[in-house]
């Protein structure tokens, strides 16, 4: 069974450090790689998409990176900020790229405090 | 500006009652997704739709059905509501083809608690 797996799945940092979040996966192969940010209460927002030949993608202080070969993918957040708490969720679209075989993992959950 | 939205935001409700969630989206985009989110667990499909008059099960439909008569809506109804449905609820909508590269939108989420 396709699986995505999340670490840490908290995480606690002050304001103005930066933190890394890692994706592991055993979709094989994929189509694409995609990095969402959930607000409490909130739906989950897209942050980033990786196709399986882009190693890096950035979004201002968001910057994911993609080994396709150890399947593993991470996401950077830098001189993080009290509105980065949210929970952080990596999506894996199989290869056979089908909207409805998208793969969630559980999530990490970022607090960002003073 | 477009958007998706969800009602209720929260239900409460008892076990063997029907209950449907709305979703309404204005992005005028052809697919439809109804996922459920449980702790340990990530984002759930539920039913999803391609477009109008097309409606398909996901991995967990038993105790669901859809249907989309138009394009801005796909209502998610519970047969007969239970405790295992409690759940919070996210609808989402992307613009069209199945290969799953399109961003999906999310609403904000329904809460159902079944009693």
């Known amino acids: 069974k396709n699986q995505v797996e999340q670490s840490p799945q908290s995480l606690i940092i002050l304001e103005g450090k930066n933190c890394t979040l890692q994706?592991?996966?055993?979709?094989?192969?994929?189509?694409?790689l995609r990095w969402y940010k959930q607000d409490t209460g909130r739906g989950p927002v897209s942050l980033t998409i990786?196709?399986?030949?882009?190693n890096t993608k950035s979004n201002g202080r968001y910057t994911a990176t993609l080994d396709a070969d150890t399947k593993q993918s991470s996401l950077h957040i830098t001189a993080s900020q009290l509105s980065d708490s949210a929970s952080y969720i990596c999506?894996?679209?199989?290869?056979?790229?089908?909207?409805?075989?998208?793969?969630f993992g559980t999530g990490t959950r970022l607090q960002v405090t003073l | 500006d477009a958007e998706i939205t969800q009602s209720p935001r929260h239900k409460i409700t008892e076990t063997g009652r029907q209950v449907t969630l709305a979703c309404h989206q204005t992005?005028?985009?052809?697919?439809m997704f109804w996922y459920r989110q449980d702790l340990g667990h990530g984002l759930r499909l539920i039913h999803y739709?391609?477009?109008?008059?097309?409606?398909n099960k996901g991995e967990v439909s038993d105790g669901y059905s859809v249907s989309r008569s138009n394009t801005e809506d796909l209502p998610l109804t519970l047969e007969s509501a239970a405790s295992s449905q409690t759940s919070v609820y996210f609808c989402?909508?992307?613009?069209?083809?199945?290969?799953?590269?399109?961003?999906?939108?999310f609403g904000p989420g329904t809460r159902l608690t079944v009693l």
């Open positions: 989402a909508s992307s613009l069209s083809g199945a290969m799953g590269t399109d961003t999906q939108y």
């Open positions: 994706c592991n996966y055993t979709v094989s192969p994929f189509s694409n």
């Open positions: 990786m196709t399986f030949s882009e």
């Open positions: 999506v894996v679209n199989p290869h056979t790229g089908t909207a409805s075989k998208l793969t």
């Open positions: 992005w005028n985009h052809n697919n």
């Open positions: 739709s391609y477009g109008v008059q097309d409606t």
